[in-house]
């Protein structure tokens, strides 16, 4: 494995560790709140469908983000992220432990922390809408990827809505995680044809 892209996923898999542990202890183990409180209640299967199906109505929108972006900017976007993938020689490691890093792990973290830890205590304090307006575009703005924030803040809107319409987490956790691995295969695509 090219060892860029291994030292970043296993800083990744860390970080993520360690902003799951230090959110239980402070939020469950001192505040007292419990799982249900950030999210982690059933849902039922029409919930976890839309969730799939807003995930793959997230690509065009996205796709439509960026070309606006593109349009103002002058010039073709380019995505940091296909120098990060593109290891010359592509196996079926690395493409697995990025798939379980982007497709599982990235999803549960970040729908605990942006929509059941960030959107859940705006909520409580600022209503529906102005809540979903900045956790998304702290979702956006955290990923670190200045090109991207237009299109990661509409996708940010987009999994605080069907937080608050399913009233769980599971349904944004799906969504996350089918979006991540539609756009993960559409990278590979890329990096495969040729085309980056």
Same mark, same amino acid.
């Given at each position: 494995m090219e060892p860029q892209l291994q030292l $970043?996923? *296993? =800083? &990744? /898999?860390? %970080? @993520?560790? $360690? !902003?799951? #542990?230090?959110?239980? #202890? *402070? !939020? !469950? #183990?001192r505040r007292g #709140?419990? /799982?249900?409180? /950030? =999210? &982690? *209640?059933? @849902? @039922? %299967?029409s919930w976890i469908l839309r969730g799939v199906l807003l995930a793959i109505a997230a690509i065009p929108a996205v796709a439509v983000v960026n070309i606006i972006v593109s349009s103002f900017k002058g010039a073709p976007l380019e995505n940091p992220q296909m120098d990060l993938l593109n290891p010359g020689e592509l196996s079926a490691g690395p493409v697995l432990l990025t798939l379980f890093a982007a497709g599982l792990v990235a999803p549960i973290v970040e729908e605990v922390v942006f929509r059941g830890f960030f959107y859940g205590w705006l909520r409580t304090r600022y209503g529906q809408a102005l809540s979903m307006v900045v956790s998304a575009g702290l979702f956006s703005l955290l990923h670190g990827i200045a090109i991207l924030i237009p299109a990661l803040f509409v996708v940010g809107l987009m999994l605080s809505w069907i937080y608050e319409k399913s009233k769980s987490l599971w349904p944004a956790i799906v969504m996350h995680s089918a979006f991540n691995c539609i756009m993960l =295969?559409?990278?590979?695509m890329a990096l495969f044809s040729g085309a980056a």
């Amino acid at each position: 494995m090219e060892p860029q892209l291994q030292l $970043v996923l *296993v =800083g &990744f /898999l860390l %970080q @993520s560790l $360690v !902003i799951l #542990l230090v959110l239980f #202890l *402070v !939020i !469950i #183990l001192r505040r007292g #709140l419990s /799982l249900k409180a /950030l =999210g &982690f *209640v059933p @849902s @039922s %299967q029409s919930w976890i469908l839309r969730g799939v199906l807003l995930a793959i109505a997230a690509i065009p929108a996205v796709a439509v983000v960026n070309i606006i972006v593109s349009s103002f900017k002058g010039a073709p976007l380019e995505n940091p992220q296909m120098d990060l993938l593109n290891p010359g020689e592509l196996s079926a490691g690395p493409v697995l432990l990025t798939l379980f890093a982007a497709g599982l792990v990235a999803p549960i973290v970040e729908e605990v922390v942006f929509r059941g830890f960030f959107y859940g205590w705006l909520r409580t304090r600022y209503g529906q809408a102005l809540s979903m307006v900045v956790s998304a575009g702290l979702f956006s703005l955290l990923h670190g990827i200045a090109i991207l924030i237009p299109a990661l803040f509409v996708v940010g809107l987009m999994l605080s809505w069907i937080y608050e319409k399913s009233k769980s987490l599971w349904p944004a956790i799906v969504m996350h995680s089918a979006f991540n691995c539609i756009m993960l =295969g559409l990278l590979y695509m890329a990096l495969f044809s040729g085309a980056a």
